[in-house]
């Protein structure tokens, strides 16, 4: 169906040019059918560059207004919003969450990216839920250059998602940022 | 707003290396005006050579840092000093007639300038959101900036196989040396303002195609052409998603536009131009690389057509450079065991392709449906065709011309369709994405119809033309 719909539209411009040249001809003025075509191709060019540039001028005011009063913490969860669809049906604030992202979850890297030192590798522990969700990826993201490895023996964090920290970590080495979302230094990996 | 300005400034420093490319490559033009108009394809120069010279190095280990462009940058600038090339003999952009006209493009792409201030303003606001942008190319970015390749663990760790990691590093370099330059940290809300970036780049292409267009080229047509593009929807979307797709579309274009004004004029410098340009398009993307791939192989064909040995050997030898130019990357994934979605030995597997005969015909529906949806690119590729085909049917002086343009668009689009046709993931992940895919093929329309009214001679005031 593509292509055809692509074939017709290339058929419809030529029958174009071949009518402007027939047209130009009319009133004296001659030319190839590449000129006409190319004199069409302008006028169509023209018409829809300028109702290109009036639609997405409207697309980017409305974006910027939408958009100006967020804060620096809501700016940085914008990722995966579809912002221009959904801003004007729903809330600024849940419209900027990436899909399947808590706004625990996000607050908690937000949390996690400040302790962890740039440079130090990280082995998430997340739940299904968080497996089944985009968090992985925001993790990774967001915690960049920091570097998640899947090896415990690499890792000079865990970070603990919405499930209960490995038994085999002391609990000294345990910071907790609300039940069951924790930060672990691995003991003995420096 | 301070950060923006402290962005389109330091971009602004291309511009120098830029003009002095241009200058070393004998393609600088003379007068006050014809450096003006030269500003986009300088900017784009300037941008190409610098992030080049990083990413060249990247593999040996070099970091990523001021140095590296300001060395290239600063060289580049004495070599063109002293060695003081004069200007080309013919310069590209014709004064045109029309003035009523020409009042009307300079006031579109004044709307155009305002919605693209308004545009960099919107994507402060709402940084980075693209999915690829943020999960594919963002970590890269704020890697390369902290460790350069030295740390190599995003791109060998399983908990990074979605990032694609066989992808060149031209565009994480490119805003990686922002970082560094704006002391933007990692994590930042600020990350948002290398959007700028992208928006520079889509207005140099703009400039660009309007001093290339060369004086046998209407002005008018050319401003119509570069509003189009720049206001199509699926563009728009591009320049504010920070996705590499767009950046890699321009300079493929530029370089092809480049590599057909070579065809008529045979200057060297052209030529230069036109590998550094597909060199940097081959670095941005690996689907860039195949582009400038096929569109070196479509001209020799052409040249070797009309035994035109010399020209074949030309850019054949522009190809080897473009293959320099990506070499190190290739040789470092190369020995870090990098793979991507895409196996060339599946690729060329005939067992392999017939068990995935079933991809075919959803992948041609979705790349041609992308083409012909006029909320994407506003009919330009249905025009590219039309012109091409007016041309052909007329079996004029430009015939050749429009068979190479066909060359590049089918070969370019196959090119593509063969990617979905043999990629391992699901094609659904794919198909939705179709239209950012072939934002290449836009940009190859737009030279394709400015080139042909180039050979076609449609001028702001045309000779009327033989009735043929």
Redesign the interface.
């Known amino acids: 169906?593509?292509?055809l719909?692509?074939f017709a539209?290339?058929?419809?411009?030529?029958a174009?040019?071949v009518a402007a040249r027939v047209l130009l001809?009319r009133r004296g003025?001659?030319?190839?059918?590449?000129?006409?075509?190319?004199?069409a191709?302008?006028a169509?060019?023209?018409a829809?560059?300028?109702?290109?540039?009036g639609?997405?001028?409207k697309?980017?005011?409305e974006?910027?207004r939408e958009?100006?009063r967020?804060t620096?913490d809501q700016?940085?969860t914008?990722?995966?919003?579809?912002?221009s669809a959904t801003l004007a049906t729903r809330g600024a604030q849940d419209a900027?969450v990436p899909v399947g992202l808590t706004p625990t979850w996000i607050a908690f890297v937000?949390w996690a990216?400040r302790r962890v030192p740039?440079?130090d590798?990280f082995e998430?522990l997340l739940s299904r839920r968080a497996l089944e969700s985009?968090v992985a990826?925001?993790l990774?993201?967001?915690m960049?250059?920091r570097?998640?490895?899947?090896q415990r023996d690499d890792a000079d964090w865990l970070i603990v998602m919405d499930r209960r920290p490995p038994a085999d970590v002391p609990a000294r080495s345990t910071v907790e940022f609300r039940p069951g979302y924790s930060l672990v230094e691995v003991p003995d990996a420096r | 707003m301070r950060a923006e300005i402290l962005v389109v400034g330091l971009q602004a420093l291309a511009l120098a290396p830029g003009y002095a490319v241009l200058s070393l490559a004998g393609l600088l033009p003379g007068s006050r005006s014809g450096v003006t108009a030269a500003a986009g394809l300088a900017y784009l120069a300037g941008v190409a050579v610098l992030v080049l010279a990083q990413v060249v190095l990247l593999p040996f280990g070099a970091p990523v840092t001021l140095v590296i462009p300001a060395v290239a940058g600063v060289s580049l600038c004495v070599a063109a000093l002293i060695l003081r090339r004069p200007p080309p003999p013919d310069e590209f952009g014709g004064a045109g007639s029309g003035p009523v006209l020409r009042r009307l493009v300079v006031l579109?792409l004044g709307?155009?300038g305002?919605?693209f201030v308004?545009?960099v303003?919107?994507a402060r606001?709402?940084?980075?959101?693209a999915?690829d942008a943020?999960?594919q190319w963002?970590?890269k970015t704020?890697?390369l900036?902290?460790?350069g390749l030295s740390?190599e663990?995003?791109f060998v760790?399983?908990?990074?196989g979605?990032v694609n990691p066989d992808y060149p590093l031209a565009l994480p370099a490119f805003e990686a040396t922002q970082m560094r330059a704006l002391g933007i940290g990692?994590?930042?809300?600020d990350l948002?303002v290398l959007h700028v970036g992208f928006w520079l780049i889509l207005a140099a292409f703009a400039g660009a195609l309007l001093h290339l267009r060369g004086r046998r080229a209407?002005f008018?047509?050319a401003g119509?052409?570069v509003?189009?593009f720049a206001?199509?929807?699926g563009i728009?979307v591009q320049a504010r998603s920070t996705l590499v797709d767009l950046p890699m579309a321009v300079f493929l274009a530029v370089g092809a536009m480049l590599l057909v004004t070579w065809l008529d004029r045979r200057e060297r410098g052209l030529i230069v131009l036109a590998a550094v340009f597909l060199g940097m398009a081959a670095n941005l993307k690996n689907e860039g690389l195949a582009a400038a791939v096929v569109v070196c192989a479509a001209t020799m064909m052409a040249l070797a057509v009309a035994r035109d040995r010399r020209g074949v050997m030309s850019v054949g030898g522009m190809l080897v450079a473009v293959g320099l130019l990506v070499l190190p990357w290739r040789v470092w994934g190369s020995l870090h065991d990098l793979h991507g979605a895409l196996s060339l030995g599946n690729g060329l597997n005939p067992v392999y392709l017939i068990a995935h005969a079933s991809r075919v015909t959803p992948t041609?529906?979705?790349?041609?449906?992308?083409?012909?949806r006029?909320g994407e690119y506003?009919?330009?590729?249905?025009?590219a065709?039309?012109?091409i085909?007016?041309?052909i049917?007329?079996r004029?002086p430009?015939v050749g011309r429009a068979l190479l343009h066909l060359g590049f668009l089918a070969s370019y689009f196959a090119v593509m369709s063969w990617a979905y046709w043999v990629s391992t993931p699901p094609l659904a992940s794919y198909l939705g994405e179709a239209g950012r895919y072939m934002t290449a093929f836009a940009a190859l329309s737009v030279v394709a119809?400015l080139d042909?009214?180039r050979s076609?001679?449609?001028a702001d005031s045309?000779e009327?033309?033989?009735?043929?």
């Not at chain 1, 539209?9 to 030529?14: F, Y």
Request: hydrophobic share 55%.
């Open positions: 169906m593509g292509a719909k692509l539209e290339t058929l419809g411009l030529l174009l040019g001809a003025r001659v030319h190839t059918l590449p000129v006409a075509t190319l004199l191709v302008a169509v060019g023209a829809c560059g300028l109702a290109g540039v639609v997405s001028g697309r980017a005011v974006s910027y958009t100006r967020l620096d700016r940085v914008a990722g995966a919003a579809k912002v900027l937000e990216r740039v440079g590798t998430a985009q990826f925001w990774n993201w967001r960049s250059p570097n998640a490895v899947v | 579109g709307v155009l305002v919605v308004i545009g303003i919107a606001a709402t940084p980075i959101p999915f943020w999960a963002m970590p704020q890697v900036a902290h460790h740390d663990t995003l760790s399983p908990a990074y979605y990692d994590g930042s809300p948002g209407s008018v047509l119509v052409l509003v189009w206001a199509a929807p728009q041609l529906n979705a790349l041609a449906g992308a083409l012909a006029p506003l009919f330009i590729p249905a025009a065709l039309a012109v085909g007016a041309v049917v007329c004029g430009a119809i042909l009214a076609s001679g449609l045309p009327p033309a033989e009735l043929r």
